[in-house]
């Protein structure tokens, strides 16, 4: 176990399964499940997992001790590339300017449709008060929902873990779902949703697609995170969750 | 689609790092001075900033722009930690489990659909009334030049 400690396993793991999960994707042609990120998540926690069973230790203690120094290294580098949506942001300023108020509109209402329809799916299925309660915030990027699903009275691990499921999802299934309800012909339209639904990865997604959809998935990214702190406590206390 | 900035040469990359270090280090600061009732990350504080820097030109973008591309090129591996990370919340799966999963899958369609589909909404009543407009002022001209 000791020499799991170093931080280099967790970097190590990370690159490895991340670029196992590549190679997978492209000799498969594309297929779903082989999606990197997807991947990746799947086959880490599996390969903890195993760990976890041949040093006769938990998995949440594999994970801490073992795995998230290294992690944690590669995580940090989150933040200067969430900085750097700025600039293709900015490349396309003009669209940006032009649809100020569609974009703001859209945000706002796309988010209160929202939060009405994944309440009524998460009580249909029978979540309890407190599940309900951590599916809200997670069109918000992980550093806002947290906080706000804890005033919420739900559960910041379930929000968290919706966040990541988020991004995860976008990647794997977000093409699928673009063709089915044929998002495609509106880039503005597309854009706000991949940043509202995948949030920073979904931006990447987006930016893939074209100059526009990456610059209004990252508007998306930055607006509901603000939007989501002013609307939730508001629609939490009109549908008593 | 070239752009004349794009051709321009990027800036070396530890300045284009020295950037990014130093905005993120006054987001940090800004965004622990937030309420705790209104939280606002670094990360999400320090894009508003860049944006803002861009805008006003107090930055070139050949000074960021090759570095911040290289980021977001391997976003996807960096956001690998933070999905084996649900390895240490096994115990909150199961409680509820597969639920919450086909809730969260589910919310993820519902958030990209209703977005897209809201913008296009608004943008459809906005030209409605925009070529109502236009179409007035054209006959105004129109009868400008009559």
Known sequence: MQYLTNPLFGVFLSLAVYELGEWLFKKTKGFFLAQPLFFAMISGIAILALLAQIFHVSISEMYTKAYKPGGDIIFWFVQPAT???AVPLYKRNDI???NAFVILASL??????SLFAITFLARAIG???????????Q?????IALPLSQAMGGIPAITAMACILNSVAIYAFGSFVIKIFRLQKDPLGLGLGLGTAGHTVGSAFALEMGSIQGAMAAVAVVLIGVIDNLVIPIFAKIMSI | MQEPQEIKKSAPILIQMLIY???LFVAQLISTAMPKSFPLPPAVVGLVLMYLLLTFKVIKVQWVDSFGAALIGIIGALFVPSGISLA???KVMQAEGIKIIIVILLATVILLVVTAYTTLLINGLINIIFH???NATDSLQNKEEQ
């Open chain 1, 83 to 85: 900085i750097a949506f």
């Open chain 1, 139 to 143: 069109s918000a990027t992980t550093a």
């Open chain 2, 132 to 134: 109502k407009e236009s």
């Open chain 2, 21 to 23: 270090a130093t905005i």
């Open chain 1, 96 to 98: 940006v300017k032009k």
């Open chain 1, 108 to 113: 706002i209402i796309g988010v209160i449709i």
């Open chain 2, 88 to 90: 240490a919340n096994l």
């Open chain 1, 127 to 137: 979540l309890s008060r407190a599940g309900v309660a951590s599916m809200l915030s």
